[in-house]
């Protein structure tokens, strides 16, 4: 484990890790979406005043249930990839949660249909209500994001397993879980203001006004989640633990982990040149999601190798190299292409056969 | 996958009895233990048989809508259905809502209870078919980036476009179910699977077939009875519009007319022990069996005769209770799949309480419970250690099937056994029931389980007696010999022979 992550692992463990990770990638960009865009609504509902209308509110309203499908949608992969390389750790941690895990089904489900409720106009025109249903949508978000966490840590600790079933506690206590849930709920800030970025700036190409203050809000909002994203990191890194802390600066995390403060200035580039662009808002928009992608790709990786690290990972090699065995690998590959094809025709055709509603 | 001959799972050689070897999880790191929960008076099977239930349902409705829609798009095209453009986006919306949120969630619900109930199977599952499912997800992808498209903006594209959309949505909906399907039958009939090792062997296996064209109608018609809901209860639809709607929606229905020679394929298809459960020898499954043939046969009458051959019209009143029987069918159906895989969860492959068959084996020299390390809960209610083995024994192999004291509780079924018989049926237990697995475990370790189950049965006393009589365990010994280690459906086969 001395190289750079993926390499230094046998071939189908690798092959497994990649996936798991690029699949996780996609998952986390919407649900960064969902979990702030929902907290930025009901901070936009709260201050806002009656009767005037707020761009980023209504787009949020409009996109947040797609988001969230689309979460749940790009979730499915990396849950099944888990599987493969972290089965047993992955099943205790469900099955020692227990009922605390089953929740979030429930509670995803209520927060889908109070996303929903939000765009009704009975809940559009009672301004209470609409914060009411915005903060119950955003406390099952919270829930889920909280059992995920709990779940990952859990995953992690062997140690902790038999102790836990004999509490019948259902809730795994470890002071790890809070600051690492505010990192990750915090860090989702600036793909929230990457994404909305984009909208703005096709709905501006589409010959919709947006007027530059609407695009600066969303640039302090990228620009705000770097700074307290950064800032609850380094609490979290002493948090952690020295061993932990030397995985993540060790061999396998340490490119991944410069890539991601290489990524967040190339972020916070783009967010001030947004912030200050009058025209070409598309460039700097351009620059800032690349620098998003890298620190959602150079996290996402440094998650995985402090797991990695943590569990007796050379031990699941032989399964991760007889599941390798199992053909189909190409069937995937190729099915992929293709409806990834059929994907983009389905959305092209809706973007630009579709009328345009009068702007 | 490859296998050689230590990994197959249960081969007949010729005079002898069944070789029974290694499969699912290496030998190296022994049997997996996982903690087990308890749901009280629920049985784990019905936690996850009723949450399939509803998941099949909603999906399957997800399939048939897509159908029915693409149907109605293209008859509206042509010109023959005015208000179909009307209902059709009222409806979509319905699915969206219904489907997409539920069901969807509810899909990540079955894994999710599937790892609580037996993460053995779903591991096994998760590893023969994991690029199968991969490939399951690009499609379930397609469909909700069509069905979204749609959603969005079919109100303001012309037909060939929604057409397009919906007939993507469509495609992509039941290749989903014909992924899915593949592993679900997959579980029953493995087929060849089991000699080879071959994966699209055991995805085309023998009943694959007559349960994709059986569930595929079955998705027309769910959500030809939802339509029929739908637009009954729709206000702003003419009746002369409704009655024209309703008869184009029930011709999703038709093809209902196969189900019963589809139904009596899959019964062929399926091993004949199974069948046999089905078909009487399981008064439970027979029951569901009976439910779902008869809820089946009540839509399809009216469906064909009053929908079809009369064109009545039928109000919301109606097309709920018809609605409600498309669900007692789904219900029906979907428990006798379940049941009809015991003693199995993956046929000859993994035992219902997550055991394969060369483990079972092996417990019986090493115990099952040995290296458990989960202990027991609540240890110091239970008087004495005997009973504290039996209490981890009932957990470790009965307790996925059974309750205590609830449903398929061991108290109600084995509470009224002497001691004796109890030893003689347990030790025997695949030939006391042929859906049941074989015991695994020593003589101990089912004297414990015995001492256990006579102990809930006496309301569970402070003061309990510890049994150590050589001659009983020697006993046990003797009918565990006998009853050996294979399923007992195999040697009913035999006594035929």
């Known amino acids: 484990m001395d190289a750079p992550f993926p390499f230094g692992f046998p071939g189908p463990t690798t092959f497994y890790l990649v996936t798991y990770v690029l699949t996780l990638v996609s998952h986390v960009v919407f649900m960064n979406y969902v979990l702030a865009g929902t907290a930025v609504l009901l901070v936009r509902q709260i201050r806002g005043k009656a009767g005037t209308s707020d761009v980023l509110a209504d787009l949020l309203r409009d996109w947040l249930p797609f988001a969230l499908s689309a979460a749940i949608t790009a979730g499915i992969a990396p849950l099944l990839f888990i599987q493969i390389l972290y089965k047993k750790a992955f099943y205790t941690a469900n099955l020692l949660l227990f009922h605390r895990w089953m929740l979030i089904l429930p509670a995803l489900i209520v927060g889908f249909y109070l996303l929903y409720a939000q765009k009704t106009a009975f809940v559009k025109a009672r ?49 790890e879980i809070l600051p690492r849930m505010l990192l990750w709920t915090l860090g989702a800030l600036p793909t929230l203001a990457a994404l909305l970025g984009w909208q703005l700036h096709r709905r501006e190409r589409a010959g919709a006004a947006v007027d530059k203050a609407t695009f600066q809000r969303v640039a302090r909002i990228g620009l705000g989640g770097l700074v307290v994203a950064g800032a609850c990191a380094a609490g979290y890194a002493m948090l952690v633990g020295p061993a932990a802390r030397a995985h993540a600066v060790g061999p396998m995390a340490m490119p991944w982990l410069a890539a ?100 | ?132 499912w991969a490939t ?41 179910l014909f992924w899915i399907n593949g592993i679900l039958s997959w579980q029953l009939t493995p087929g060849a699977w089991l000699e080879s090792g ?27 009875l939802v339509a029929a809901l739908v637009i009954s209860a729709s206000p702003s639809l003419e009746r002369d519009e409704q009655k024209e709607l309703l008869h184009r929606a029930a011709q999703l229905l038709a093809p209902m007319a196969l189900m ?18 089905v078909l009487g020898g399981s008064p439970a499954m027979s029951m569901f069996f009976g439910l779902g043939a008869g809820a089946s046969l009540l839509v399809g009458l009216y469906a064909i005769f009053g929908l079809l051959l009369r064109r009545l019209y039928i109000n ?57 390390p989960y202990p027991l809960r609540d240890a110091a209610d239970y008087p004495n250690d005997q009973v504290r083995l039996g209490a981890k024994v009932y957990r470790f192999q009965c307790s996925v099937c059974h309750t205590v004291g609830g449903v398929n509780g061991i108290v109600h079924l084995a509470g009224t056994w002497t001691a004796e018989q109890t030893r003689l049926n347990v030790a025997k237990l695949q030939h006391t029931k042929p859906f049941m697995p074989p015991f695994a475990g020593t003589p101990e370790e089912l004297e414990a389980l015995v001492r256990f189950i006579e102990w809930e049965s006496a309301s569970r006393p402070k003061d309990f007696e510890v049994t150590s009589d050589p001659a009983t365990r020697a006993q046990i010994k003797r009918w565990l010999d006998e009853a050996g280690t294979a399923p007992g459906y195999t040697t009913a086969a035999e006594k035929k022979r």
Request: net charge positive; hydrophobic share 50%; aromatic share 14%.
């Open chain 1, 127 to 175: 301004p209470r209500l609409r914060v009411l249903v915005t903060t119950g949508a955003l406390a099952t978000f919270l829930f889920t994001a909280l059992s995920w966490t709990e779940n990952y840590l859990l995953a992690r600790n062997e140690g902790a397993w038999a102790p836990m079933y004999a509490s019948k506690s259902m809730i795994y206590e470890n002071r």
């Open chain 1, 260 to 359: 991601a403060l290489v990524g967040v200035v190339v972020e916070g580039v783009g967010f001030v040149g947004l912030h200050r662009a009058e025209a070409n808002r598309g460039t700097w928009l351009g620059i800032a999601s690349a620098g998003l992608f890298v620190v959602i790709l150079g996290t996402t990786v440094v998650r995985e190798v402090l797991r990695i690290t943590a569990v007796d990972f050379a031990a699941l090699y032989p399964e991760h190299a007889r599941a390798a065995q199992v053909s189909g690998r190409w069937l995937f590959l190729g099915f992929f292409l293709v409806n990834a094809i059929l994907a983009v025709w389905a959305i092209r055709t809706a973007l630009t056969r579709a009328e345009r509603p009068a702007v």
């Open chain 2, 1 to 132: 996958m490859r296998r050689d001959a230590a990994t197959l799972p249960l081969k007949r050689a010729q005079g002898t009895p069944y070789i029974v070897l290694v499969i699912v999880e290496p030998s190296s790191i022994g049997v997996p233990y996982y903690p087990t929960n308890d749901f009280g008076p629920l049985m784990k099977g019905l936690v996850i048989g009723g949450l399939g239930i509803f998941h099949v349902f909603l999906a399957q409705f997800a399939i048939g809508g897509g159908v029915l829609m693409t149907y109605f798009e293209w008859l509206s095209g042509k010109g023959k259905l005015a208000s179909a453009r009307k209902f059709t986006s009222g409806y979509f919306k319905l699915l969206v809502l219904v489907s997409f949120v539920v069901g969807a969630l509810t899909g990540v619900g079955m894994w999710f209870t599937s790892i609580q109930t037996s993460p053995r199977t779903i591991g096994l599952m998760v590893d023969t078919f994991h690029w199968v």
């Open chain 2, 136 to 176: 399951e997800w690009t499609f379930f992808a397609l469909e909700v980036i069509a069905g979204y498209c749609f959603y969005r903006y079919g109100d303001r594209l012309d037909g060939r476009s929604r057409l397009f959309l919906l007939g993507l949505y469509t495609t992509a909906a039941w290749f989903s």
């Open chain 2, 198 to 224: 071959d994966l699209w062997a055991g995805f085309f296996n023998p009943t694959f077939w007559p349960s994709l064209f059986f569930r595929t109608f079955a998705a027309m018609a769910i959500a030809a």
């Open chain 2, 260 to 277: 019963p020679l589809l139904g009596a394929w899959y019964l062929f298809a399926m091993p004949k022990d199974s069948r046999s459960w």
């Open chain 2, 316 to 372: 919301s009143a109606t097309a709920s209770l018809l609605l409600v029987l498309g669900f007692a069918a789904t219900a029906g159906g979907e428990f006798v799949r379940e049941g009809a895989r015991k003693p199995f969860t993956v046929r000859e492959t993994l035992y219902s309480n997550a055991m394969t068959p060369a483990e079972i084996v092996t417990m019986r020299e090493k115990g099952s419970v040995t290296g458990d």
